[in-house]
């Protein structure tokens, strides 16, 4: 299954119901979220910073990817950013397939 990392920063009704809810109750609705989603959490961190949550999961592909983060969005409370993860041996397939490119003025 391909890999993600789901970004998300918080909106103030977001954070009010994390205020709520606590990090472990979120943790456990993410999980049942991308379990329902035919994939696997592999790991949740909460961050201070550009992004307030990180989540590294497993999911059947894209498209599951998508419907995940159109749910999340359309509910509220948080942005969700979707970034698709490559392992280092798919890294090694694309850089066999790579086309020939010039770079322009050449």
Do not use: W
Not at 13 to 21: H, K, P, V
Not at 46 to 64: I, K, M, S, W
Not at 91 to 105: C, H, N, Q, R, W
């Amino acid at each position: 299954m391909p890999t993600f990392l789901l970004k998300s920063t918080y909106t103030a009704e977001g954070f009010a119901g994390l205020i709520r809810d606590g990090g472990t109750k979120r943790a456990e609705v993410v999980r049942a979220l991308v379990e329902n989603g035919g994939g696997e959490m592999t790991s949740i961190h909460f961050a201070f910073g550009a992004e307030d949550t990180y989540v590294l999961c497993d999911l059947p592909d894209h498209q599951a990817a998508a419907a995940l983060a159109v749910a999340v969005g359309a509910a509220g409370g948080l942005r969700v950013q979707v970034v698709p993860l490559l392992s280092p041996d798919e890294v090694d397939e694309a850089v066999k397939m790579a086309p020939g490119y010039a770079p322009p003025g050449r």
